[in-house]
Each structure stands twice: as C-alpha cells, then as structure tokens.
C-alpha cells in the first residue's frame, strides 16, 4: 500500500507527505507488517516579493522533513524460522539436526529521520552551494546474538536487540570560476561530518560483530575492540600490551593483554572531495581529490 500528497502553493511553499505499508516473509509470524510514513516542507524564499527581483540570489531554499523506512535485507530468508539441516552423520547413517533457532517475533529494522538544509544559488548560478543537517535514529537493529554453546547452536539468534544515533552536516560548495561561450571551468566541494552513537542493546550487554568490533551501548558502533598497544619497553625492545582497558598495567605477554574498547573508529569523523572540471566545446576533462 502506498500513498502519495503534495501540495504547492505559488512556488513559495510546498508539502509533501507520504505513508506507505509493508510486509516482508522473511520475518515472524507476529510481526510481518510495518508502517512508515514521511512528511516534508519547503520555502523558496526567493520567489517571495523582497527577493524575487534579487541581483544576489537567483536560488534561495529552506527545506525540512521527517520520516520512517524499514530495512528487511542484510540476512537470510528463513532467519525467523527453526529450521533443520542434513547431510550429517549419525554412527554411519544420515542424519538431520536443527540448525537455526527460529525467532517468531522477528521485524523491521526501523530509521527514523530528520534532515534540515538550506540551498542557495548566487549572481545567476555562478556560485551554488548546500548547508544540511542530518539525524537518523535507528532502532530494532537486526543483530545475530551469540548463544551459549551449550544450547547446541553456534550460529547465535537475529534479534531486534537495540537502537543507534548518526547524526551530523554535510556541506557543498560549488562555482564557476570561468564561463565563456566555449569554455567553462567548474569547481565543487564538498565536507561531511558524522558523529555515531550506540543507544541501547540487548539486555544492556555488548555483543560481538566481529573480529574488530564489539557493539556496546554509548560507543561508536566500528570502534576498534582490541587488545591495547602499550609500545615497546625500551629497557629490553620487548613489546608490551596495556593488560585492560584502563591502561593501569602493562605487559609483555600478548594472551595476557585482554581486550577493551580502543576509543579509535574506523569511521572517519569528516570526509570529503574536491573537483575540477574543464569543458571545451564537445570535450570535458575532470580532476578529483577524496
């Protein structure tokens, strides 16, 4: 089911708005179906009488919006099933034994967003550019949760277990340094920063991802989780490993080093690209910087 509303008024003002219902199989039982809706509104300000004749701004925008998606990939089929595999052997003969435990009330990873961003155009579009910010909450974030080995499975649960919080700008740039009949040199920048946070997990309890990261509530969700290097012991060239996460002891002995949360991530804090673009009649070459 899908819905769709749109109203403008003059060019001036504008919204949108939009609701839509979904249901995915690969889900459980209890929880197949999920509802999400968006709703969104725009002023451009430079079709209003004080600006409309501007020399300044030949685009001026002010927009905002809000709305809620669902995420139903990113793992198998038949997750919220319990299921058996074969091919085993049982003193000799073919055998069966389950394989996955099945979760029945299995649903929607839901992203509620919020983005707000100013657009704007100067001297007839020779100088563009966007301001925005951004929050995305997500939460019934799909995790595979480990079981106890004495539950006779080893693959763990997918779970609903939490929520997460990115937010952060974005901002661009761009210009016209040259315009000529037959030849144009345009330049674009752009900068990002985003800030992650964990919110919450299940039972309060950090969960292994994976070799490099544990899922902890309050922390980056790609913050490293090792063992701490301590540098090297300059009475000896020994390395040494911070013993835990308080950096209180030392030691030489890698095993004995336990791991901690690193307060490094491996998502950058800002990121970016710079171009050029040179356009001669038919032919156009472009230069880029990450």
């Not at 139903?72 to 394989?99: K, V």
């Not at 002995?253 to 970016?272: E, F, H, R, V, W």
Request: aromatic share 16%.
């Amino acid at each position: 089911l899908l819905s769709n509303l749109v109203v403008n008024y003059k060019d001036k003002y504008v919204l949108t708005g939009s609701f839509r219902r979904d249901g995915s199989s690969v889900f459980g039982a209890n929880h197949r179906w999920g509802n999400f809706y968006s709703v969104g509104g725009t002023w451009n300000i430079n079709e209003e009488e004080f600006l409309k004749n501007s020399r300044l701004f030949s685009l001026l925008k002010l927009r905002a919006s809000y709305g809620e998606n669902g995420n139903s990939i990113g793992f198998g089929n038949y997750m919220s099933l319990a299921t058996y595999g074969y091919g085993y052997n049982y003193t000799g003969l073919p055998g069966s034994a389950p394989n996955n435990v099945g979760n029945p009330n299995l649903t929607w990873e839901k992203n509620k967003i919020f983005n707000v961003g100013l657009d704007f155009a100067l001297w007839k579009n020779r100088v563009t550019g966007t301001i925005e910010y951004y929050k995305r909450t997500s939460s019934d974030l799909l995790v595979t949760v480990p079981l106890s080995g004495t539950s006779g499975f080893s693959s763990g649960q997918l779970l609903n277990v939490g929520s997460m919080v990115n937010k952060g700008f974005e901002l661009t740039l761009g210009g016209k340094p040259v315009a000529t009949k037959d030849f144009t040199w345009a330049v674009n920048f752009n900068l990002s920063h985003n800030i992650n946070r964990v919110t919450k997990v299940y039972n309060g309890n950090s969960i292994p991802w994976n070799s490099w990261f544990n899922i902890t509530e309050g922390h980056d969700i790609t913050e490293f989780y090792l063992r701490q290097w301590a540098g090297v012991d300059p009475a000896n060239g020994e390395p040494n490993w911070y013993t835990d996460g308080t950096h209180s002891a030392k030691t030489n002995t890698y095993n004995k080093a336990a791991l901690s949360l690193s307060g490094k991530s491996a998502t950058p804090k800002y990121y970016g690209s710079f171009s050029n673009t040179f356009t001669y009649k038919s032919f156009a070459l472009e230069a880029q910087i990450f």
